[in-house]
């Protein structure tokens, strides 16, 4: 499966609807990568076709989705994204973790494996 477009819509009613529910609480039921980006990024173009990779190694497992920060500018502002890209990791526990900038895919990898499956390979 490839990266997910994601409209402020989308996002809340795939992950977290912030205007009806005060205290997070992820609405999914894998763990998830959102990159907030936008076309004119340099950064944002070179992590892309990793993200895409990424999101086909992991089927299944993770989905990644991705937030065009110049259209999507009410959900950029909720999260106060002010450089991108910015990730936000969501971890199969549901906890929300932001970082800014373009990781190498060695680092993406290691986030996937320690921080977002984490949960789910201690269930198995």
Do not use: N, R
């Not at 529910?21 to 990024?41: E, H, R, S």
């Not at 920060?69 to 999260?79: G, I, K, N």
């Not at 002010?82 to 900038?101: C, H, K, R, V, Y």
């Amino acid at each position: 499966m490839a990266t997910v477009k994601m409209t402020t819509q989308d996002f809340k009613d795939k992950v977290f609807d912030y205007v009806k529910i005060k205290d997070w609480k992820y609405q999914g039921t894998l763990p998830a990568i959102i990159d907030f980006y936008a076309d004119w990024c340099g950064p944002c173009k070179m992590i892309a076709p990793i993200l895409e990779d990424l999101s086909k190694e992991y089927e299944g497992k993770i989905i990644i989705y991705k937030v065009d920060t110049d259209v999507e500018q009410e959900l950029s502002a909720v999260f106060g994204i002010q450089s991108i890209p910015t990730m936000l990791f969501i971890g199969a526990d549901g906890e929300p973790m932001m970082q800014p900038g373009a990781l190498p895919k060695h680092v993406l990898k290691q986030i996937i494996e320690e921080k977002l499956l984490v949960a789910i390979k201690e269930e198995e």
